[in-house]
T-cell receptor, first 113, second 106 residues
């Protein structure tokens, strides 16, 4: 099976803009979760989608949102970008459960200027 | 939500020595504890995991132990090799520890 893919791989935006990141899970996986990775904060959980519904949510402001489509592909949107949003955004997919192995994508590196 | 703490943040060992990384968690309802290895510029990848119905699991040079009563679990790497150098993360549910940068000196 093909692994988790993310597009784009790199992105440069300016403050105040918005951005949409995409994640395609492993075929058959229904759960997609998103993480923000920064050198100082490690891997921070944003949210998890399962069957087109947000099932779990981390502690990020409402500027961070997401959605999942019927084919399990997921998008994450960040509005009104801030300098502190510069990070590597990773998505991960798993079969269906809350406590299962997650398979990570390569990430999208976002730089906000 | 869950809170996962990981120690140490950095660990330097000589090739052939053992390395131990420890994590604690807060949610007693958590039942699955994976460990991920992330090499520089790469994605995190699962190296071993353990479920709450067992106390220890081993895979060649890597082992994980779990103490549910104390709510902590540990990663043990024996006979370390330079290729073990990476950042290691523990996790519970969707929450990750802050990572341990392991450096294995040849």
């Amino acid at each position: 099976k093909a692994g988790v893919t993310q597009t784009p791989r790199y992105l440069i935006k300016t403050r105040g803009q918005q951005v949409t990141l995409s994640c395609s899970p492993i075929s058959g996986h229904r759960s997609v979760s998103w993480y923000q990775q920064t050198p100082g904060q490690g891997l921070q959980f944003l949210f998890e989608y399962f069957s087109e519904t947000q099932r779990n949510k981390g502690n990020f402001p409402g500027r961070f949102s997401g959605r999942q489509f019927s084919n399990s592909r997921s998008e994450m949107n960040v509005s009104t970008l801030e300098l502190g949003d510069s990070a590597l955004y990773l998505c991960a997919s798993s079969d269906s459960g809350l406590e299962e192995t997650q398979y990570f994508g390569p990430g999208t590196r976002l730089l906000v200027l | 939500g869950e809170n996962v703490e990981q120690h140490p943040s950095t660990l330097s060992v000589q090739e052939g020595d053992s390395a131990v990384i420890k994590c604690t968690y807060s949610d007693s309802a958590s039942n699955y504890f994976p460990w991920y290895k992330q090499e520089l510029g790469k994605r995190p990848q699962l190296i071993i995991d353990i479920r709450s119905n067992v106390g220890e699991k081993k895979d060649q040079r890597i082992a994980v132990t779990l103490n549910k009563t104390a709510k902590h679990f540990s990663l043990h790497i024996t006979e370390t090799q330079p290729e073990d150098s990476a950042v290691y993360f523990c996790a519970a549910k969707f929450y990750f520890g802050s990572g341990t940068k392991l450096n294995v000196k040849p």
